[in-house]
């Protein structure tokens, strides 16, 4: 799933693709920006493991994609046997 952050005084966007759902990306967005704007951090973690830490204070926005359905690419394993 992706999320796109905007942060202020940055004319880019932060993109992750996350393993978590919207509802566990959401909780923690929620979370990081009801500590307060100058005492909070919000941890994401991408597909890759790597962990993103932007300060509450420096998010303008954040854009919640829909869950991943279905990957697109040849499968391996059970469903790939049964087609």
Do not use: W
């Not at 500590?35 to 998010?59: C, H, M, N, P, W």
């Not at 919640?64 to 394993?77: E, L, P, Q, T, Y």
């Amino acid at each position: 799933m992706e999320v796109k952050i905007g942060v202020t005084d940055s004319a880019r966007e932060l993109v992750i693709n996350s393993a978590q759902t919207p509802d566990e990306v959401e909780k923690l967005v929620t979370a990081a920006l009801g500590k307060g704007a100058d005492a909070g951090l919000l941890s994401l973690t991408d597909e890759k493991g790597r962990r993103y830490l932007v300060q509450t204070a420096k998010i303008a926005y954040v854009e919640i994609g829909v869950a991943d359905s279905r990957r697109v690419g040849f499968g391996i394993g059970a469903d790939a046997a049964t087609g």
